[in-house]
């Protein structure tokens, strides 16, 4: 299998912004692992994890209480789902970018995750290699970083 990566389509920046599809530059915390149980095991991690379910999404839509969290399809707001058939969130790693506290606008849905076949580049989250995320996991400790840098 190849190895590589992606970032956000766009490039990275100090100024992140809700669909801006650039990956934020800084040091982020990994917060759990969600992963889709119907093609993978949970993965060898220290880090939480959690399977998806089919209603698994993620709240994109500024004005929503939910704004970047977790919820549950059919939603009212804006919110994509995590439940996809092209594989890139088969493994996906919650990275703490705008959570503590959410800023309304600032970005959501930024993931450290599984990479397509070609690493197209990503709506602004962080693209592994399948097998080279998987190795991630494993050497990760419960409080390892994720440091993206222009």
């Known amino acids: 299998p190849r190895s590589g990566g992606a970032l ?4 990275i920046t100090a100024f992140k912004r809700e669909g801006d599809q650039e990956t934020p530059m800084d040091c982020f915390a990994l917060r759990e692992v969600l992963f889709r149980p119907d093609r993978e095991d949970a993965p060898e991690t220290v880090l939480d994890c ?4 089919q209603s698994s999404a993620w709240c994109a839509d500024p004005g929503d209480e939910a704004y970047n969290q ?11 789902s995590l439940w996809r058939e092209d594989g890139c969130y088969d493994i996906v790693v919650v990275m703490g970018y705008n959570d503590r506290p959410i ?3 600032y970005g959501s849905a930024v993931f450290l995750h599984v990479a397509d076949a070609d690493f197209s580049p990503t709506k602004g989250g962080i693209a592994l290699a ?12 419960t409080d390892s970083r994720i440091c993206i840098v222009g």
């Open 8 to 11: 956000g389509a766009t490039g």
């Open 50 to 53: 959690a399977p998806l379910e």
């Open 70 to 80: 977790l919820v549950s399809l059919p939603y009212a707001g804006h919110a994509e």
């Open 103 to 105: 800023v309304p606008g």
């Open 130 to 141: 399948r097998e080279d995320l998987l190795a991630f996991l494993r050497a990760c400790s």
